[in-house]
């Protein structure tokens, strides 16, 4: 089948939203052409701004990366700095740091690293199983906090992430049957951090489907790590991401559907919902909704469970010892 927008070169991608099929070179100009129009609908960038985009070996952000670039190449004053938060999870985050190396070095980009040992004295994978909140939790709290520390260090005044229209529509979904109508309406574009100490996020591929951005990213040719995290598996995202996939078999936009449901109600739900009482963390003064921040409960949590993981450790030795 000939691609149905130019006509020429063989049809090789399936858009079932859009009943049609198109060449990777349309493919790359439809979705460069959505990801500029989201850019201006929500006039993210202007001259003279830092720009921190998270770059983190995967597609989604490769392609994001890119094509901000593209964007801002004719804005005057403006800096970009690619930043990756090493986690520390063995094997797939060296890759990953691999790729991102190089796709840095590919499009020419300042590069920035900050890593949880550096930063917290420990790697994701040494504390997995000393919590009872799933890996996704625990690196997603301790990773957003890093990110916008740094990106505040840098004078950022924006974070590009790579969330792309999957993403976005899961996360609206998972606040949606959690009832948690502020946080669902903080995903909305307009919708301002409630602390002057977050640096706005924005994220240009929150309408190009998933699949779409991997083509992107091979069309183009980006460096990129393929594989997904190891301890993403288990995560209650990917039960989300499962069943919107199999909505979408019956209904090609809904995933569209549920970001445009987002965009229109996101300003009311925030004037309803969120009641911008923004507490301090007692102990790092960043933004909470308790006593202590997310980040800080859970690196509490950690040392308790580490410090009794070192009784259990030295009490077992004692007896052993006794034994003898
Ligand atoms: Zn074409
Ligand atoms: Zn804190």
Redesign the pocket.
């Known amino acids: 089948m000939r691609?149905q927008?130019?006509g020429?070169?063989p049809g090789r991608y399936r858009r079932p939203y859009a009943g049609d099929a198109?060449?990777g070179?349309?493919l790359v100009e439809l979705v460069r052409d959505r990801v500029f129009r989201e850019v201006r609908r929500w006039r993210w960038f202007r001259p003279g701004q830092t720009v921190v985009v998270a770059v983190s070996g995967g597609k989604d952000s490769a392609v994001a990366l890119r094509l901000v670039l593209e964007y801002l190449d004719p804005l005057p004053g403006v800096e970009v700095i690619a930043l990756t938060v090493d986690e520390g999870i063995s094997g797939f985050r060296d890759r990953c740091l691999r790729e991102a190396e190089r796709l840095v070095e590919r499009l020419d980009v300042r590069w920035e690293v900050v890593s949880f040992e550096e930063e917290y004295g420990f790697r994701l994978e040494e504390v997995v199983e000393e919590t009872e909140h799933p890996a996704c939790t625990v690196c997603g709290v301790l990773r957003r906090r890093l990110l916008n520390a740094r990106a505040r260090e840098l004078g950022a005044d924006v974070v590009v992430t790579g969330h792309n229209l999957d993403d976005e529509a899961q996360a609206v979904l998972m606040n949606f049957v959690k009832a948690d109508l502020a946080q669902l309406s903080k995903l909305h574009p307009r919708v301002r951090p409630e602390s002057e100490a977050v640096v706005p996020r924005v994220k240009p591929l929150r309408r190009v489907p998933e699949r779409e951005v991997r083509w992107v990213a091979d069309e183009l040719g980006l460096p990129y790590h393929p594989d997904p995290c190891p301890f993403a598996s288990s995560s209650v995202r990917s039960f989300f991401r499962r069943l919107l996939d199999e909505m979408e078999e019956r209904l090609p936009s809904v995933k569209f559907g549920i970001v445009q449901a987002l965009d229109r109600a996101g300003p009311v739900l925030a004037e309803e919902f969120l009641k911008g009482e923004v507490q301090r963390c007692e102990r790092c003064g960043e933004p909470a909704s308790d006593r202590l921040c997310k980040a800080c409960q859970i690196l509490e949590e950690l040392r308790q469970s580490s410090s009794r993981l070192r009784d259990r450790a030295s009490s077992s030795a004692r007896t052993s010892s006794e034994e003898r």
């Open positions: 691609c927008r130019c020429e070169r198109v060449c070179r349309c």
